[in-house]
């Protein structure tokens, strides 16, 4: 599925412009962060990326009905058991019942819902919900993993263990594509970082060069903390 | 006053004493009605699931006529079967008119579209919150609709005792496709409706009785579904 290029893309709801001209290459590596202020786009972009937006104008690259896989930002669990949620993609993708039964079992370990597993997946809490999500989406193997601000509902304790979980994904080779808002967050996992303003891509950067020194004048003041919708 | 008493102790010893031909009516209105139910759902419930994920031109039309024939009078469903049946008719040959068969196909005739109009409702609420993330995992439209279907089950049921209700209730299709013919298809509505027009009050009441007692379990457990369903999301 990599690289995943977008090219020139627009998108637009309702008449009114919601990303213009974004241009991003998305390459095996370590982790891309797309960070920036509420509203930016952000959601809409892994959307877009994912494939399950069209871009009004512009391209994305391989031209798929679905690249990889995602976790939304409201997570949408099945009216099943935390097991259930677990095999629905996995049987959905072919997989026998066996593999199904292992990589459930793995993913479950993974993320500390073992002992839920029989639960009804909806009444979990809400960062159980979110955590059982990133299982799901992940128990897939997929090459690219969009992840739509994974832990905002988690607590310090937890954020830290997801995101082990999820460095230890990209360990894997799979390529991390999240937002997030926790500026800490992200300077521990990016290994480059997209940084949105209203609608358009400011920059694309090396995290390391972007934390410290980000080449616009935007990103600058949204690190300090400045920048508003 | 004294005539009422007489009639509704009478009626409650029929009761008690489990009376054969009533006990014989209420069969035979079970096996019916649930039939009908069945075929109904066959029918209904994945027809409605369709409606609810598929975009079609005249979508909206068809689900306007449903809704309307959820409003379709029994006894003119019962007509419409009637015609079909009747020895001239396109399916006179097989001799159906006057049978149980008969009853069963109005019945399930009159039904299906409830089915199918009141599952839609639910599914397609359901279809809006699941949409996105099914598309995510790489299922469209088609593939979803049995997993509605399943993750919809609770509704459904509530949806499916809708139908029963309704199906035992009525009385003009199985009138006119049944002919109310003792000991064959003489079901519990039209029992009560002959036996009340003869005078023969207890049997009527006994009926009665029963079938309110039928359709009050049927929604108490429509009800006590519904809130299983709220409580536990399940
Ligand atoms: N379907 C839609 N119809 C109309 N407007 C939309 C739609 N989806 C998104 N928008 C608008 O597009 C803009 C970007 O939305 P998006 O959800 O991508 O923001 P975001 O960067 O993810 O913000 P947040 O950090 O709050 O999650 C917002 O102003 C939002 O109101
Ligand atoms: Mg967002």
């Known amino acids: ?229 | 006053m004294g005539d009422l008493g007489s009639a509704v102790l009478a009626a409650i010893a029929l009761i008690r004493d489990g009376d054969p031909a009533m006990l014989g009516i209420l069969g035979l209105s079970l096996r019916v009605s649930l039939t009908a139910l069945g075929i109904a759902a066959l029918v209904g419930l994945p027809l409605g699931a369709l409606l609810a994920v598929a975009r079609f031109p005249g979508r909206h039309a068809l689900v306007i006529g449903l809704n309307a024939l959820m409003g379709l009078p029994p006894v003119v469903a019962g007509l419409l079967i009637y015609l079909l049946l009747s020895r001239s008719g396109p399916l006179g040959r097989f001799g159906l008119l006057f049978t149980p068969t008969a009853m069963v196909i109005a019945q399930a005739a009159l039904i299906a579209p409830i089915l199918a109009a009141l599952s839609r409702g639910v599914l397609e609420a359901l279809w809006e919150e699941y949409a996105d993330q099914l598309r995510s995992f790489g299922a469209g439209p088609w593939r979803a609709v049995p997993t509605l279907l399943w993750d919809g089950r609770f509704a459904l049921l509530t949806v499916l005792l809708a139908g029963f209700g309704r199906a035992a209730a009525e009385v003009g299709a199985v009138m006119v496709v049944g002919g109310n013919i003792e000991g064959f298809t003489r079901t519990m509505t039209t029992a009560i409706a002959l036996e009340t027009s003869k005078g023969d009050l207890p049997l009527a009441l006994a009926l009665g009785l029963v079938l309110m007692a039928i359709v009050l379990g049927v929604n108490m457990l429509a009800q006590a579904l519904r809130e299983a369903a709220g409580r536990g999301g399940a």
Not at chain 1, 67 to 87: E, H, I, K
Not at chain 1, 104 to 111: E, G, I, N
Not at chain 1, 120 to 147: K, M, Y
Request: some cysteine.
């Open chain 1, 1 to 229: 599925m990599l690289p995943i290029r977008a090219e020139a893309v627009d998108y637009a709801a309702g008449g009114v412009p919601i990303l213009r001209g974004v241009t991003l290459t998305l390459e095996a590596g370590p982790p891309c962060l797309i960070i920036g202020p509420n509203g930016a786009g952000k959601s809409v972009l892994l959307r877009l990326l994912h494939g399950l937006l069209r871009p009004a104008a512009g391209r994305i690259t391989p031209a798929a009905a679905i690249r990889g896989a995602m976790v939304f930002q409201r997570p949408v669990l099945l009216r099943r058991s935390v097991l259930g949620n677990l095999r629905y993609p996995l049987a959905l993708a072919g997989l026998g019942r066996e593999e199904q039964a292992r990589r459930a079992a793995a993913a479950l370990d993974r993320v500390g819902l073992a002992a839920l597993a029989h639960r009804p997946a909806r009444r979990l809490s809400g960062g159980e919900q979110q955590r059982l999500a990133l299982a799901r989406a992940a128990a897939l193997a997929p090459d690219v993993l969009f992840l739509d601000e994974p832990c905002a509902s988690l607590d310090p304790a937890a954020t830290r263990a997801v995101e082990a979980i999820i460095a230890g994904i990209a360990a894997e080779g799979c390529k991390i594509v999240m937002t997030t808002h926790d500026l800490g967050q992200a300077r521990r996992l990016a290994g480059e970082v997209v940084f949105l303003n209203r609608g358009r891509v400011v920059e694309q950067s090396p995290a390391a060069a972007f934390f410290a020194g980000p080449a616009s004048a935007e990103a600058a003041a949204f690190l300090r903390g400045e920048l508003l919708w």
